[in-house]
């Protein structure tokens, strides 16, 4: 259908329209008309992704004076492509309708291990080991080598991408990851290297958040994309720990003994080039007294990671005297190591700021606090001397250099936090240093500041005023938008009892009390047996996981639900929780039907839906809090209570609550789909916990099921399940419009969208 | 037991207030007579042994020896003897008879399956009176007992029709039980615990840990008997169970059988890496590792009470409750794999080791499934140049009996090769009889052939052996498979026998 926002025409590939959708584009173009940022709170399965695409193609088109580019960030691959699907149906439908000047080129953008298709490359078996494979293949050095040696081998695609020169291009287009691969080894052209030189001509970017927000990353991928850009993080209800991750960075002992090592390995290579071609260090020399810390003519495959520190910190001078030559940098970075291992032999907790940390490194080591700045840029200039390509060998000293560099640009909004062991397991010596980033606003400010629109969205951001002062900006728009339904497909409960009456919970005093672990076992050997196809449980952390389900198998409740479905469960291996996923589904498939145990918080929780008959029933076994005597947790509370005015508690039940949400929210993907939600903990009952819970939740949470046993909660299901079976209207009746045609909208257009009926 | 039978003189009561009928109780196997003394009398009785049980007076109590039988239908028949040694002996007679029915019984339950309806025996004898070829490849192989009577039907289903084809047995999904769950018992009074193994419970422990399959198939029982198998393999249970690594680790270093069963599955951790590729792409986690580089090494933050205490997990002796869970509900949802219903542990080991390696099996299979077609193929065309031309037709020359000889031989060799080819891989020391038998067969045709060949008059002698060559060909590599085959197994026990490699 095609339709009339205020001045702009949009296109939107589907005969019908949700009304939130249009509330949506509306909020959105206001957006972009006022070149600032916003926040918009839409459930999940409202179609919010083409909503979002459609709107800022059409604008697009609009304004083909000025026209932005979109750089849309999903949190996992599979949104990626999920993302650039649905924006290939909405492209053919705006060619179709207005001819070869709606064609658009579109990408998706990720690791060399998602794109490369060199066979021998991706043998390697981890990300880092495929780059270095890569490197091992493309760095130019190796390649001016092979031009005497021809027993060097390089990668094919590479070569013939080089050869192609100004020629490689993606003709317009919208490309997923696969349709990249298979272009690529159509035309013989390396994807990756394609894909990124791409980048500034494409006029939409999908690629994961990390591209942008990661100083690593983004300082090398997203350079150089123009301000009249939109933003767009979905699923951003996590953002603010994607951010300080970012900036956070530790020191183990084994990376101490990594670090050393590559030391040693780098003096040798030191003496080597000095025997053999001592002009390159010597050219080196030269250009870092000139002030250039990298060669100015680098090739894409030369670089690997970018400087840890945001873009606006980094100082533009010449690398300090004493770390010019090669031997004396090592000589400092033999310092730091000692220094470090020191301060890891401690027995108590240490907490400290980074200026004294910095201090007490010069009083005792040497080490200025310039210096330490310039540890990244001095590793990778000598490193690219070195000519060294197996960059995974030498990520222990890559790590300490990050974290040198970073302790010496920041003053404020970090801490030093040195810890003998983990409070939860003090009988395993395991001594980290930490440095851990307090605000989340540093890492997302540079793109704040840098594009004309951030649009920052997601299902569940409740409450909505916390993240524009977590983040500290000001949008133009911040709105929650509900859902409209034709019949209540969901069904949130709280449960606060057994069927004894005994009260369940999770928290720190009663989550090993043996009634509580019975409780809960029983409650979902009862839904088990009621509940067709899947049924998802989330626990509030791994340790509570295994214990509980440790419990249960024990005590035969295990057996009870084997009786009734399979049981799959998340572990912290990646493979082996895909498999264990991949199962359930076929499980549930073939009509087994299977139950999931997942954790909050979890790879699972942030990234899989558990839609249709995959979930039926998703039980939230307690309240997802943090661990709270964690000392970064802490001394990120005290920094966002001092600087920001969050109280603790807020935070602390702000983000368990939006935790629990995702999780919940994982069972409804769309409206024509059906599922329960269990919170089983009696706190969950407390109006301040349940308050913090998205709104289209909430409207869903009857007073009648606020304070169940569990043999209500039963009866409740099973009223629900039978109500879900009958047959229904979609378009909606009585008033209720849930599906706007175009010929609403004309109306509506008239009378102003007030009228619109929910 | 065939052949015996007890004569004792009784009185028999249909009820306990009848004063009874004397007479002679007579029982042999499958029959209880009882014949009284007055021919007039009606309360004859002949009865089936089977199904029948027993109740009796005691001796000693003040009642008379009274034995009463109660026939499955329902009927009670009392009889008085004349002593207790009298009732004692027929009591255990039929007791013994009640016995020794039990194994025909099974005989018999293993076979029903194979019982043919009336109206699909009409159907055969239908068909090979319709088909005179079909009639003397019957009689050929079936009468000489080289093929039985249902492997010469198994392969012509189709001949059969829909009705006839047995239903397709519906598979029997696995139970979603752990095989972990099993306890075992104790005495009470030592420190003895004994385990219950059922064949269910073997094939599950196979199936989810093909280490300890790969170990039953290495070491039995070349190395150690199954009962030594089993009690190693619940002595690493335990251990495991017992979460103390050092001793696991202590006892391994002792004990390489044992540390066998100890060690990561290796042969799993290479079926997850084949798995992990045909992954739904939705749900494909590790592709999202692959942007994510504020978790490289050491970066992102560590110990903020969001992530959880990892436990050390590297430790080579350690193998959590989840993961077997996962496992344990992938093979219940693969289901029974295999179809063999045999009680010898090791067929099962073999038949799933099999199964795994499936696609280089399906592979074996393909080679001489061409070799078959290729045979087929010569046939057929000469058929065809039969129907086609038949003037031109080389067999056409060949005088009839020589020419219905050669097409006979065909069609033989035919149906020995298709047996011959769908025995392989021998699981079952039955299939190795019959491919004892049919190589048997196969040569004693291969000699006719050549017989034929010197026969025929010399101008026709060099056409012949042309039409006889490929049917030659095709024994001939059955032969060579049949050799190497026997070769390989020979070589392969006794290699079991000396591990070493001494011959």
């Known amino acids: 259908m095609i339709f009339k926002i205020e001045d702009v025409t949009v296109y939107f590939p589907y005969d019908n329209i949700y009304p939130e959708q249009y509330e949506y584009m509306v909020e959105l173009k206001r957006t972009l008309d006022a070149k600032g940022h916003c926040l918009l709170e839409m459930p999940t399965g409202t179609g919010k992704t083409i909503a979002l695409l459609s709107l800022i193609t059409s604008y697009r088109l609009s304004r083909p004076d000025s026209p932005i580019k979109l750089v849309y960030c999903t949190r996992t691959v599979h949104e990626m492509e999920k993302t650039l699907a649905e924006l290939k149906v909405l492209h053919d439908y705006q060619v179709l309708h207005l001819g070869t000047q709606a064609k658009i080129l579109a990408i998706g953008l990720s690791s060399r291990k998602n794109l490369c298709v060199n066979t021998k490359v991706l043998a390697a078996e981890n990300r880092d080991s495929v780059d270095a494979a890569c490197r091992k293949r493309t760095a130019s050095w190796v390649r001016a080598l092979s031009t005497e040696n021809p027993n060097i081998e390089l990668c094919d695609y590479f070569e013939n991408y080089e050869k192609a020169a100004e020629n490689a291009l993606l003709p317009p287009g919208v490309y997923t990851l696969e349709d990249l691969r298979a272009f690529g080894k159509n035309r013989g052209w390396c994807p990756y290297f394609l894909a990124r030189h791409m980048v500034q001509f494409a006029n939409v970017i999908v690629y994961s958040y990390q591209y942008l927000l990661d100083p690593k990353v983004a300082g090398i991928i997203s350079k150089e994309l123009q301000k009249e850009s939109v933003v767009v993080f979905d699923e951003a209800h996590n953002i603010d720990n994607v951010c300080i991750e970012a900036l956070s960075v530790s020191v183990r002992r084994v990376t101490l003994e990594g670090a050393n090592r590559n030391l040693n390995k780098i003096r040798e290579e030191i003496d080597r080039s000095k025997a053999t071609d001592a002009g390159r260090l010597r050219a080196e020399y030269n250009r870092l007294v000139e002030g250039l810390a990298l060669r100015g003519d680098l090739s894409g495959g030369d670089q690997w990671l970018a400087n840890p520190a945001l873009p606006h910190d980094i100082l533009k001078e010449a690398v300090p005297g004493n770390i010019r030559r090669a031997e004396h940098f090592v000589h400092v970075l033999r310092r730091l190591l000692q220094y470090l291992g020191v301060r890891l032999d401690t027995e108590n907790v240490e907490k400290e700021s980074p200026v004294s940390f910095v201090s007490s490194l010069n009083s005792q080591a040497g080490i200025e606090q310039k210096t330490l700045k310039f540890c990244y840029d001095r590793l990778q200039s000598l490193m690219l001397t070195l000519e060294i390509t197996d960059t995974d060998e030498f990520l222990p000293i890559q790590t300490v250099c990050d974290f040198a560099t970073l302790v010496g640009t920041y003053a404020r909004g970090f801490s030093i936090i040195i810890e003998p062991y983990d409070e939860r397991m003090p009988h395993i010596p395991d001594p980290i240093l930490q440095l851990s980033c307090h605000d989340a606003s540093l890492a997302i400010k540079p793109v704040f500041d840098r594009f004309q629109s951030v649009v920052i969205t997601s299902g569940t951001l409740s409450p909505i005023d916390l993240y524009p002062r977590l983040l500290s900006f000001t949008p133009v728009v911040s709105r929650s938008f509900k859902m409209s339904m034709t019949r209540d497909c969901i069904c949130p409960m709280v449960l606060t009892r057994g069927s004894d009456q005994l009260p369940v919970s999770t928290k720190f005093d009663m989550r090993s009390d043996p009634g509580v672990v019975r409780n809960y076992g029983k409650l979902l050997v009862e839904m088990v047996s009621i509940v067709p196809d899947g049924v998802v449980c989330f626990f509030v952390s791994y340790s509570y996981m295994d214990g509980i389900i440790a419990t249960w198998n024990e005590t035969g409740i295990l057996k009870e639900i084997m009786q009734q479905k399979l049981v799959f469960i998340e572990t912290q291996d990646v493979v082996e929780t895909t498999l264990a996923l991949d199962n359930y589904r076929r499980a549930c498939d073939c009509g087994r039907g299977a139950v999931f145990f997942s954790v909050a918080r979890g790879k699972v929780a942030e990234g899989i839906d558990f839609d249709r008959h995959y979930g039926r029933l998703v039980v939230m076994y307690g309240v997802p809090f943090q661990y709270t005597l964690s000392k970064i947790l802490l001394a990120r509370l005290e920094y966002l209570r001092d600087t920001f005015q969050i109280k603790e508690g807020d935070f602390l039940t702000f983000d368990a609550l939006r935790q629990a949400a995702q999780c919940v929210g994982r069972v409804i993907r769309s409206k024509a789909d059906y599922g329960m939600m269990i919170f089983a903990d009696k706190r969950y009952s407390r109006h301040d916990k349940r308050s913090k819970l998205p709104g289209w939740i909430l409207s869903h949470l009857r007073d009648a099921h606020l304070n169940l046993s569990t043999d209500m909660a039963i009866h409740i299901a099973r009223e629900f399940l039978r109500k879900m079976a009958q047959p229904y209207d979609k378009t909606g009746t009585m008033g209720r419009k849930t599906l706007l045609t175009q010929e609403d909208l004309e109306k509506m257009a008239e009378t102003g969208v007030q009228d619109m009926a929910y | ?503």
């Open chain 2, 1 to 503: 037991m065939a052949g015996e039978q007890v004569e004792k003189r009784v009185k028999y009561k249909s009820s306990v207030k009848d004063p009874g009928t004397p007479g002679f109780l007579k029982i042999s196997e499958g029959m209880l007579l009882f014949v009284p003394n007055d021919p007039k009398s009606d309360s004859k009785l002949k009865v089936q042994t089977q199904n029948i049980t027993q109740k009796f007076t005691k001796e000693g109590s003040n009642k008379p020896p009274w034995l009463n039988l109660t026939i499955k239908q329902g009927r009670n028949h009392i009889f008085e003897f004349e002593n207790y040694p009298d009732m004692h002996a027929c009591r255990d007679f039929i007791t013994a008879l009640g016995k020794s029915d039990e194994e025909p019984k099974k005989a018999a339950v293993s076979t029903s399956t194979e019982q043919l309806s009336n109206k699909e025996l009409e159907l055969r004898f239908k068909l090979l009176r319709e088909n005179s070829e079909l009639q003397r490849l019957h009689k050929q192989f079936v009468e000489s007992k080289v093929l039985t009577e249902d492997e010469f039907w198994a392969t012509r289903k189709k001949l059969l029709g829909k009705d006839s084809i047995r239903k397709s047995k519906q598979q029997l999904g696995l139970k979603s039980m752990m095989v972990s769950g099993i306890k075992p018992s104790t005495d009470g009074r030592t420190n003895r615990v004994t385990f219950n193994l059922t064949p269910e419970i073997i094939f599950q422990i196979f199936a989810e840990k093909p280490a300890v399959r790969q170990a039953f198939i290495n070491y039995v029982p070349s190395k150690m008997t199954e009962k030594d198998f089993w009690t190693k393999y619940f002595r690493a249970e335990y251990l495991y169970s017992t979460k103390n690594t050092a001793v696991a680790a202590a006892e391994a270093a002792e004990d390489e059988e044992l540390a066998v069963f100890l060690k990561p599955d290796e042969i799993l951790a290479r079926e997850t890496r084949q798995k992990i590729r045909r992954v739904d792409p939705t749900l494909d986690m590790e592709a999202d590792e692959g942007d994510d580089y504020s978790h490289l090494m050491d970066h992102g933050i560590q110990r903020d009470g969001t992530m959880d205490v990892v436990e050390p997990q590297n430790d080579q002796f350690k193998r959590s409750l989840l993961q077997d869970l996962n496992r344990h509900a992938a093979v219940v949802l693969e289901g029974r794999s295999i179809d063999v219903d045999s009680e010898d542990t090791r067929v099962v080991a073999e038949a799933l080791t099999r199964v795994k390696q499936g696609l280089m099996f399906h592979l074996k299979i393909a080679d001489s499934i061409q070799v078959f077609s290729s045979l087929t193929r010569t046939i057929s065309t000469a058929k065809n140049i039969i129907g086609k031309n038949p003037r031109e037709s080389f067999l056409d020359r060949l005088p009839k009996s020589t020419k219905d000889e050669v097409l006979h031989h065909w069609t033989s060799i035919q149906e020995l090769l298709r047996h011959f080819w769908s025995s392989y891989p021998i699981t079952t020391p039955y299939l190795h009889t019959k491919v004892g038998k049919l190589k048997d067969a196969m040569s004693n045709t291969y000699s006719k052939l050549d017989a034929m060949k010197e026969s025929v008059q010399s101008d026709l002698r060099h056409q012949v052996s042309l039409l006889v060559r490929p049917m030659q060909q095709a024994l001939d590599a059955a032969f060579q498979h049949y050799e190497a085959d026997l070769q390989r197994r020979i070589a392969k026990s006794s290699g079991g026998e000396r591990p070493n490699g001494y011959v």
